[in-house]
């Protein structure tokens, strides 16, 4: 069983930066891949980001590409996504999840309890 814990979210003014962090505990997710996805106000859960379980294959949505960045330390069994450039439309919860299954099609087993990010105008 693994938890995730999201943090680093907060108030933020249009234009300026972020870093989320989503650290494991439980057991190491080192193989896991982990993505992040938001959720705004009366809107459904959307995809932001994905990163491979050695972190050299990433995966963005288009909203965020060249503005947001997902890494990961395995060795401190976190993940980070670096928002830059943030937008009012980035106001969300963020929340990570882990896929621990690595198969062709990526299943989300684990998840967080989220962090809110609000970007003022």
Known sequence: Q?????S??????AG???????????RTFIS?????FRQA???E??????IS???GITRYADSVKGRFTISRDNAKNTVYLQMNSLKPEDTA?????????GGSSVKYDYWGQGTQVTVSS
């Open 53 to 55: 379980w050695a972190g």
């Open 8 to 13: 680093g979210g907060g108030l933020v003014q």
């Open 16 to 26: 300026g930066s972020l870093r989320l962090s989503c650290a494991a505990s439980g």
């Open 93 to 101: 919860v963020y929340y990570c999840a882990a896929d621990p299954y």
């Open 32 to 36: 896991y891949r982990v993505g992040w």
């Open 45 to 50: 859960r959307e995809f932001v980001a994905r």
């Open 41 to 43: 106000p009366g809107k």
């Open 2 to 6: 693994v938890q995730l814990v999201e």
